[in-house]
């Protein structure tokens, strides 16, 4: 035994002290992320989502004429989910779900994705997402009105230091674009019908066009536009942080038109799948980049409410959330486990990064942890 222990014990603790910092560094080493992504598709439901088209909605929304004749009946449907779902989206789950990521969110499968605020509409989910921040019942309505709280997007920008073209919002519709910052300006963004300057002309030209090929609604303009300046601004100032906000799909449901809710959607595929291919051809993104994609909210589960959600329409709490990163080993789709809350999204896109969001906010949802079990 020796007469004095505190040499050897110091000596042991720099042993460890050493080890842990050599674990940290080769965890930081491991990790491949150097560019986030954040995609929402507003009001998608996850019946589409993990199974195609609904046939008792679109029975019902049909004003004349056999179901079979319908556009959609011919496009999207087949006997099973599992083929109507890819029909719906074929490079989702092909490409994305085979090859490169996960979902979560199929009550089938035992998978939960739910809201943690009560509205159920589209500012306070957002600002769920966007925050990590659920019940503080400081949103309440869809007014344009900027974040009462700092959101994960200016939180990013801070910590990686980067300049505001860097961490860029796109989107269709106009609130987003003060749902993402707490301080003006701290976000580069283009939200709703905006002109988005840019020297391509056919950008130049795209720009002056969404002007004249209005939406049914003035507050929302068409997805395309927005993944057309969305790409633009991608190819030119090479964000490291990046969202994009698509709108239709949501505003096609409250006017009850099924079938453009299905276009939508499989149209969003089409933007995931050209997304994809440029990102991987590229030296900057590719298999360096997370991508998560969810939808702000539900909507109801049964042909009556099914376009409309709100506080009283129990199923609107239910979502989905897709996970396509070099950093997670999971594959296809979620089976059982802990319910997701949407609370942790913010924490989630920080952690792929090595950033602790709730320095932040310290009421945010944690990172989920079954992204990064090996
Ligand atoms: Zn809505």
């Known amino acids: 035994?020796?007469?004095?222990?505190?040499?050897?014990?110091?000596?042991?603790?720099?042993?460890?002290?050493?080890?842990?910092?050599?674990?940290?560094?080769?965890?930081?080493?491991?990790?491949?992320?150097?560019?986030?992504?954040?995609?929402?598709?507003?009001?998608?439901?996850?019946?589409?989502?993990?199974?195609?088209?609904?046939?008792?909605?679109?029975?019902?929304?049909?004003?004349?004429?056999?179901?079979?004749?319908?556009?959609?009946?011919?496009?999207?449907?087949?006997?099973?989910?599992?083929?109507?779902?890819?029909?719906?989206m074929p490079f989702f789950w092909g490409e994305w779900m085979q090859r490169h990521g996960s979902v979560a969110g199929n009550p089938q499968k035992g998978s939960s994705v739910?809201?943690?605020?009560?509205?159920?509409?589209?500012?306070?989910?957002?600002?769920?997402?966007?925050?990590?921040?659920?019940?503080?019942?400081?949103?309440?309505?869809?007014?344009?009105?900027?974040?009462?709280?700092?959101?994960?997007?200016?939180?990013?920008?801070?910590?990686?230091?980067?300049?505001?073209?860097?961490?860029?919002?796109?989107?269709?519709?106009?609130?987003?674009?003060?749902?993402?910052?707490?301080?003006?300006?701290?976000?580069?963004?283009?939200?709703?019908?905006?002109?988005?300057?840019?020297?391509?002309?056919a950008i130049q030209s795209m720009s002056r066009l969404q002007f004249e090929t209005l939406t049914p609604w003035d507050t929302v303009r068409h997805d395309e536009y927005t993944f057309r300046f969305a790409m633009a601004h991608l190819k030119t100032h090479r964000p490291r942080v990046f969202y994009l906000s698509l709108g239709e799909t949501d505003d096609w449901a409250h006017e009850k038109r099924y079938d453009r809710v299905l276009a939508a959607i499989a149209r969003n595929d089409s933007i995931f799948s050209e997304l994809w291919n440029w990102l991987q051809a590229d030296a900057q993104y590719r298999n360096k980049t997370t991508l998560l994609i969810t939808t702000d909210h539900g909507r109801g589960d049964i042909a009556l409410n099914w376009h409309s959600h709100n506080a009283q329409i129990r199923d609107a709490k239910n979502t989905w959330l897709a996970v396509i990163s070099p950093d997670s080993p999971l594959r296809g789709e979620w089976t059982g486990g802990e319910p997701v809350v949407m609370d942790q999204i913010a924490a989630t896109l920080c952690r792929f990064v090595g950033l602790d969001y709730s320095e932040q906010n310290p009421k945010t949802g944690k990172p989920i942890a079954r992204l990064f079990e090996k």
């Open 114 to 201: 739910r809201l943690a605020n009560r509205l159920l509409f589209s500012y306070p989910s957002y600002s769920e997402i966007l925050t990590g921040q659920a019940r503080d019942d400081l949103i309440t309505s869809n007014d344009k009105v900027l974040n009462p709280n700092p959101t994960v997007l200016e939180f990013l920008r801070r910590k990686l230091g980067l300049p505001q073209k860097q961490v860029a919002a796109f989107a269709s519709w106009d609130v987003i674009g003060v749902a993402v910052q707490h301080e003006a300006g701290a976000v580069f963004t283009n939200a709703g019908y905006e002109a988005y300057a840019h020297p391509d002309p």
């Open 1 to 88: 035994m020796t007469k004095n222990p505190l040499p050897h014990l110091a000596k042991r603790l720099a042993i460890l002290t050493t080890a842990m910092l050599l674990l940290n560094c080769g965890l930081a080493a491991e990790r491949k992320t150097e560019n986030l992504i954040l995609i929402t598709l507003d009001g998608v439901r996850y019946q589409e989502l993990f199974g195609g088209l609904d046939l008792e909605i679109l029975k019902a929304t049909i004003k004349d004429g056999k179901l079979e004749d319908t556009k959609a009946y011919k496009r999207f449907w087949a006997d099973t989910p599992k083929e109507r779902r890819e029909k719906l």
